[in-house]
């Protein structure tokens, strides 16, 4: 589904962050990236995203290469297969949770009745995160927990066929991240969402299908404990 080959990409402050990294994704996988703080986590994460660019290097997407695409082409490649979670929920704080969780939907323009089916999916996906009865709530009203749910909810609404997730468990106590990580695992078993994820949280990669380390501008498979 996603080809990186040798991927380079330099800071000027910084000097190599990755350095000829190659990694294939294949439809359904779950991937963790593991790697301590600094070591590029988050710049590969925006790379597959499209929120930055390699210097170098080619990133392949169902047979076509993206990094040629200008900023519009972009942003519809994001829209249309990209879902991101971040360490923080970034819900906006005057819109209620079935509000937040839909408004990706008002980036691309949509007819009535599929906007009707989204929410039936939306319904659906909230029921399985278990934050259905939150549905009218505002975020300062919800736990940390159950925001990042919202978040979670919000990035699969357009079906995205890949979900990044920097960090996701980072804020959250070990409860939450261990149920975060649950549902992840859940969410890839139940709808084939193909997951990328990036935290040096082991509990939380070990969850995942394959293990990747970050070090030294490639990735390694494993986990370096
Ligand atoms: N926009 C930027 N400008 C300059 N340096 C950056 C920028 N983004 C990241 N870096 C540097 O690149 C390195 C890798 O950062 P990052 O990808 O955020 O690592 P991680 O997510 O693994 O903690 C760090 O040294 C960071 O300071
Ligand atoms: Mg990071």
């Given amino acids: ?104 939907l008002l980036a691309s323009d949509m007819k009535e009745d599929e906007l009707g089916r989204k929410e039936g999916d939306a319904e659906e996906l909230m029921r399985k995160t278990n934050i259905a009865d939150l549905s009218g709530k505002y975020p300062f009203q919800i736990s940390g927990g159950e925001a990042q749910r919202v978040a979670l909810v919000r990035a699969l609404i357009n079906k995205p066929a890949l979900l990044l997730a920097d960090e996701p468990t980072g804020s959250l106590d070990r409860r939450n991240a261990e149920n975060l990580g649950d549902l992840l695992v859940q969410l890839n078993r139940d709808y084939g969402i193909t997951i990328i994820l990036a935290t040096h949280s082991i509990s939380l990669a070990r969850k995942m299908k394959v293990n990747y380390t970050l070090s030294e501008g490639k990735l390694a498979e494993g986990l370096l404990v």
């Fill in 1 to 104: 589904m996603l080809l990186l080959n040798k991927i380079t990409k330099s800071f000027l402050q910084r000097g190599t962050v990755l350095k000829d990294l190659s990694l294939e994704v294949r439809e359904g996988d779950m991937i963790s990236v593991s790697g301590p703080s600094g070591s590029g986590k988050t710049t590969l994460l925006n790379i597959i995203g499209l929120l930055d660019r390699p210097d170098s290097g080619d990133l392949i997407f169902k047979g076509v290469s993206l990094l040629g695409f200008d900023s519009n082409r972009s942003a519809t490649y994001r829209n249309r297969n990209i879902g991101f979670v971040f360490q923080d929920h970034l819900l906006l704080p005057y819109l209620t949770v079935k509000e937040n969780i839909l408004l990706p």
